[in-house]
C-alpha cells in the first residue's frame, strides 16, 4: 500500500489528508515512482479548492512535481531502467495522475532524468517554473539582449525562474514586488532591478530604469486591475503575457493605452508547451543545459516533512516564501 495525499472535498489547506491506496503497476506508457521530494506549485492550492482551470473528481489527488526512482516500467515504455532519478513535467491533468505520494503512476512521456549532481529536493524544483519561464520569456516573447523584462510576483518560483531566464539572455530583469521586505533577497537572487509596487509608481519606475523605453516585455500571473498599469510601463510594440489570476478580480483591458503603444496582451500556460512535442522537446534541452552549465539554480525556501502537507500548503498561500517550497518524503 501507498501513502497518497487526497481531499474529498475543495476547500483549504486543512481539507489534505494521507490514505493508503494501492498504486498497483504502471499501465501501458507509464512509470512507477518511487517519490523522494515533492515540489509545491500554486496551480495545486487553486485546485483543491475548486479554483483551477479544471474541477477536482473527488475524492481527488493532486500534485504536478515528484522527483524519485523508478521502480515499475509499463508496456511500451522505452529509454528508462529500473532505479534512473527522475523528476515529473507538469504535463498531465491531475484528475488523471497526481504525484502527491511516496509510491505513483506517472505517464512515461511527462518524466524526464535529471542531472545526478541535483539533489531530490532541487530535482522536484526544477520543471514547472523553468518550462513556463522558458515558454513564456524564450519561445513566445523571444527576449534578446538588452530587453527590459518585468517579472511580477518575482519572489515566486516561477518568478525566480524568469530572473534567471531573463539574465541569461543578457536582458535586464526588473522584479516588481508588493513591499520592500524581499527586496534585498530579490537582488541576492539576480535581479537586477527591484520595483516595491506599494511605495513605488511601478511604470514611472521602469521609465526611469530604460531611459523612457518602456519593458518589452512583461510576465504576470496577477492580473486585475493592475494590468492597465502594467500596460503605462510597457515599450512601444511590447508584449504584456498573462499567465494567472491571483488578483481573481476581472481584468480590464486597456484599450486606448493597448491602442497608442501597439500592445500585444497575450494569455499563456506551461500547457501550450507541453502539448507540442517539438516545444516540450526544445524546453527540456534548454533547461537540462541551463542546469548542467549553472546559469539555471532552482532556489528552495523552506522543506517540510510529507506528514506535514497542510502546513506546508499553508506557508504556500503566506506569500512568505521566495523560491520553491519542498516537501520531503521518507
Known sequence: MARVIRFHRT??????QIDEVDVGPPGPGELRLRVHALGLNRAEAM???GQYLEQPKLPSRLGYEAAGSVEAIG???????????????PAFSMNMYGVYGDHVIVPAAATAKVPNQLSWEQAAAIWMQYLTAYGALIDVARITPGDAVIITAASSSVGLAAIQIANAAAAISIAATRTKA???????????????TEDEDLAEAVKR?????GARVTFDPVAGEGVETLAQAAAQGGVIILYGALAQSPTPFPLFTALR??????????????????RMARGKQYVLDGLTSGKLKPIITKTFPFEKIVDAHRFMESNEQIGKIIVTVD
Do not use: M, N
Not at 11 to 16: A, F, K, M, Y
Not at 209 to 213: F, H, M, P
Open 209 to 213: 530604469i530604460t531611459g523612457d523605453d
Open 47 to 49: 485546485f483543491r479548492s
Open 261 to 278: 503603444k501597439g500592445l500585444t496582451l497575450r494569455g499563456y500556460t506551461l500547457f501550450e508547451v507541453v502539448s507540442d512535442a517539438e
Open 182 to 196: 524581499k527586496r534585498e533577497a530579490l537582488l541576492g537572487h539576480g535581479a537586477q532591478h527591484v520595483i516595491a
Open 11 to 16: 476547500g483549504g489547506p486543512e481539507v489534505l
Open 75 to 89: 508496456e511500451g515504455v522505452t529509454g528508462f531502467a529500473i532505479g534512473d532519478k527522475v523528476s515529473t513535467i
